[in-house]
């Protein structure tokens, strides 16, 4: 609502004009290492990630860049094949989440308003995902891993399905943002059906945020899974995992030996960060 | 009350080249520059424009309402007995003394969750000086004076169950029961139709008269003026093309954006059916 | 007379009903979530291979698991009524028992860390409304902007290597209270409330010594939650008209501060159902690290034994807590803001 005291606005930005080249790279040049780390994999490793190859709790060194936790595995061999898995539970469970959550957002927003058994279905949807979307996601991640297996199929596809509440949101406020423009668009044009101008506006247009909310989902699927990993419930030791590699190291930070944890952590963050970065940069430009 | 007319100081508003800027991501924008004025005590100011004119950031200017990304420069700036210019900007704003304002549209202006008794309740009660059930008899004696006729249901109800036309009533009550010695009113019926207009300003003239309170109204219905104003001041693009006695401007305008807004703004004033003439910018 | 009390209730009344509702349409929810698994139901849950014929239909019997489909949604929506949540076939125990001490616990946690990060919301948030330069209003508002950005897990494992291990400020992460302490008599269930209660002071102070972390790390991993939506929440409200005119009106300055607040706070107790979930699953990751029993401690386990009956009870149970909290929060909200009750009318544009 304006007072009179709200200052006019600029003219608003062009929407989706596509970010320059030149202040693309530092957003960028992560997410390529990430991928380059992750594809390339067991041939960084210096040594294997899931065999013992030297003693316990050794320190930093030049033999060993990370230097080893308490098994005795090479936590720099771990940690690059734990990058892996990680972006590839990442990956898979902004995909699922984001295509599903289109679907479901698609037919929520345009069935809310009517009667009938579409219109009850798709308010009942609604109201069922906000609730799905309030149990903390640990817990159903657990229960569901616990329940249908523990490899890294389920756990991308348990990531993704927590994540769809989050998109299916986004996409349903969008239609119903759009859909409010397309009626008055329809109302002025002649000649042009309804549905015709729904199905060419509002599908590219409400599609579109959940899109760029990809890759946020991205950053929260891997710190799930992390976290189920952390917990032990994750994919199965010895299984690279930089959850998994934190817990095992956090006995070995309380008495003061913080590399085995601070190197996972960092690799987390930084994962985290390079992908909620590339959205936020997209969503600086609208 | 009429009799503490005389006592009150002679200008109730003092004002010489106030600037009033934004600031804005792209840098300062000026909103309303060179701006004065001077305003007796008792007298009924209207000041004119069309939107985007500057007339309500003068309004909120001199009400001390103003945000913290605003600021306010002026070679003088007296509102009763506060310097304006003088006074550190704050992020939520202290009123001004003496200074209440009515807003164009009460649904936006009174607080959605209390009740009316409440919020008249604590504006009577204002700094502590009347005790609460002493506050409550006022209140009702209050909603008598702006007209509403049963005063001990509007007085429980929330403003979102009154109709448009209480909600207005209810809000000048609140802003005059704490007897202000300046209104300042901010466009108060331009969301109403032309019956409520009416029968509202002519509510707001009549008791500002009864307390001796200056009126400062802020319109783009230049017709208005001629009925419920003393003085008028026109304003276009932040800066005040004209002002002076309401019967003489109006007469005979001597700015032609003056004789335009006259001529193509349908008004309460014009009884007759002009086709509307378009305006072309004039500077 | 009646029906004039029902139409002014009705609005509490009619919310308080449909909390039944939601706990059936997720206990039903679970009941076809678990006949998904792939495998036999009876093998699965009972956790082994061989049975004889007697004892599998025995075992089927039991579980609620024998007759037709629609036979089963019933049994089994019975017992959840009776909080009869079954005996684990894993380890022999009676399930709501382990339950029942566990969950008070766990939630125990989980309030004081919410009452705090409320509390620790509305000072901050207050203080950068009434000074939005000074640099702690500044601080405040990057740490909302960063909710989310570090794990609780990250969080608990650098708050145990600043705190215990380089600091020595906070007791060894090794559960609620020094070992070798005896726990409080139970009262109330809840541990902490017992400690008060029966005012033993070594066992009180031992407590704190242990809990003070933890909580902390869950107040600090989730505050951002809410204080993000109330800074803009309050944001909105004190550039709102209604404030100007409490202000112009000339009423002392702390009922404006007050009008203002209860404009802004309906999104952040909404959101403070969500944060009750978020410190839910906050409050698993913390026992595990810092080895309190509870339901954490209680899922993780079984989850190790492929204890099926166990993850189901965890799971309604859970929910259950999730759904309270959420009928809570509506509540206080159509209590602070009338316009959201059911079946008010409002005119115009709000």
């Known amino acids: 609502m304006t007072t009179a005291t709200t200052p006019p606005t600029a003219a608003p930005a062009t929407r989706r004009r596509l970010p320059g080249s030149a202040s693309m790279v530092p957003v960028v040049a992560p997410l390529v290492l990430l991928l380059l780390v992750a594809a390339l994999g067991p041939l960084l490793a210096p040594y294997s990630p899931i065999d013992v190859v030297a003693a316990p709790d050794q320190p930093p060194s030049t033999q060993h860049w990370f230097g080893t936790d308490i098994y005795g595995l090479d936590v720099f061999s771990r940690v690059i094949a734990a990058t892996r898995n990680d972006l590839v539970v990442g990956l898979v469970a902004a995909l699922l989440a984001t295509v599903i959550g289109v679907g479901v957002g698609l037919f929520t927003g345009t069935n809310e308003s009517r009667g009938g058994v579409p219109g009850s279905v798709a308010r009942g949807v609604t109201r069922g995902l906000d609730l799905f979307d309030a149990l903390p996601q640990i817990v159903v991640g657990l229960v569901l891993l616990a329940f249908f297996g523990r490899n890294l199929l389920t756990l991308s596809v348990v990531c993704g399905l927590l994540m769809v509440p989050t998109q299916a949101r986004v996409v349903r406020t969008e239609v119903l943002r759009v859909r409010r423009e397309a009626y008055l668009e329809s109302a002025r044009l002649s000649g042009e059906s309804e549905r015709g101008l729904l199905l060419r506006h509002m599908l590219p247009n409400s599609t579109w945020p959940a899109l760029e909310n990809a890759s946020y989902i991205f950053g929260v699927a891997v710190t799930v899974a992390a976290g189920l990993g952390f917990l032990g419930v994750g994919l199965p030791p010895p299984t690279p995992e930089w959850g998994a590699m934190i817990a095992d190291g956090a006995t070995a930070a309380s008495a003061g030996r913080w590399w085995s944890s601070l190197f996972p952590c960092l690799a987390l963050a930084v994962t985290v960060i390079a992908f909620s970065n590339l959205a936020h940069q997209y969503l600086r430009r609208r | ?283 | 007379m009646i029906a004039r009390l029902w139409r002014s209730q009705r609005w509490w009344i009619q919310r308080v009903a449909l909390l039944p509702v939601h706990l059936f349409l997720f206990a039903i929810a679970v009941f076809f979530l678990v006949r998904l698994i792939p495998g036999d139901p009876v093998l699965i849950i009972a956790g082994s291979d061989d049975l004889t014929a007697d004892q599998y239909e025995r075992i089927e019997v039991l579980l609620g698991l024998s007759g037709s489909l629609w036979h089963q949604l019933m049994v089994f929506l019975g017992r959840v009524v009776t909080l009869d949540l079954g005996r684990s076939l894993i380890d022999g125990q009676d399930v709501q028992e382990q339950i029942a001490w566990r969950l008070p616990a766990t939630i125990e946690i989980a309030l004081i860390a919410m009452v705090i990060a409320i509390a620790v919301t509305l000072l901050l948030c207050i203080f950068a409304m009434l000074h939005p330069h000074n640099p702690v209003a500044r601080f405040a508002a990057f740490y909302a902007r960063s909710a989310g950005a570090i794990p609780d897990f990250v969080l608990g494992v650098a708050g145990i290597l600043v705190f215990y291990t380089v600091l020595g400020w906070a007791a060894a992460p090794t559960g609620r209270y020094d070992a070798g302490l005896r726990p409080a008599p139970r009262t109330t269930g809840f541990p902490f409330l017992d400690a008060l209660l029966s005012s033993d002071t070594v066992l009180l102070s031992s407590m704190l010594a242990h809990l003070w972390l933890p909580v902390l790390v869950l107040v600090v991993g989730s505050a951002p939650t809410i204080m993000k939506v109330l800074q803009r929440s309050i944001e909105h409200a004190v550039d709102d008209e209604a404030t100007l005119f409490r202000i112009a009106s000339g009423v002392p300055r702390h009922v404006v501060i007050v009008s203002v607040l209860r404009r802004a706070s309906p999104t952040m107790v909404t959101m403070c159902g969500q944060l009750f979930g978020f410190l839910l699953g906050g409050a698993v990751i913390i026992e595990q690290l810092f080895a309190i029993p509870g339901m954490g401690q209680y899922a993780v386990q079984a989850v190790g034994r492929a204890d099926f009956l166990a993850l189901q009870a965890f799971l309604l149970t859970v929910a259950a807590c999730v759904l309270v909290v959420f009928l809570i929060v509506d509540l206080v909200n159509m209590t602070l803001d009338p316009r959201r009750r059911p079946g008010v009318m409002v005119e115009g544009n709000a």
């Not at chain 2, 008899?137 to 909603?143: D, T």
């Not at chain 2, 331009?190 to 109204?217: C, F, K, Q, R, Y």
């Open chain 2, 1 to 283: 009350m009429p009799g503490d007319v005389g006592l009150r100081a002679a200008n109730a508003v003092e004002v010489a080249d106030l600037r009033v800027r934004y600031r804005t991501p792209d840098g300062w924008f000026t909103a309303v520059s060179d701006f004065s004025l001077t305003v007796s005590s008792g007298q009924r100011v209207a000041i004119v424009g069309e939107s985007g004119s500057g007339k309500s950031s003068v309004c909120m200017a001199l009400a001390g309402l103003l945000p913290l990304g605003a600021a306010v420069e002026a070679t003088t700036a007296r509102i009763i007995e506060t310097d304006l210019t003088a006074r550190p900007t704050r992020a939520i704003p202290y009123q001004v003394p003496g200074v209440s304002v009515v807003f164009q549209n009460a649904m936006n202006a009174l607080d959605p969750v209390w009740t009316v008794g409440s919020q008249l309740g604590t504006a009577i009660r204002g700094r502590g000086a009347t005790s609460r059930a002493r506050a409550r008899v006022l209140a009702g004696e209050w909603l008598e004076r702006v007209g509403i006729r049963d005063p001990a249901r509007v007085l429980r109800a929330r403003p979102y169950e009154l109709s448009g036309g209480m909600r207005q009533r209810v809000m000048i009550a609140i802003a005059l029961c704490s007897q202000p010695e300046l209104l300042i009113a901010d466009e108060p019926t331009s969301a109403l139709d032309v019956t409520l207009s009416v029968d509202l300003l002519e509510l707001i003239t009549s008791l500002t008269a009864d307390l001796g309170t200056t009126l400062l109204m802020i319109t783009h219905d230049i017709g208005l003026c001629r009925a419920y104003s003393d003085r008028v001041v026109v304003m276009h693009r932040g800066r005040v093309v004209e002002q002076g006695d309401t019967e003489q401007v109006l007469a005979a305008p001597s700015a032609d954006y003056t004789a335009a807004l006259l001529a193509c703004a349908p008004s309460l004033g014009q009884l007759n059916d002009h086709r509307l003439t378009t305006m072309v910018g004039v500077s």
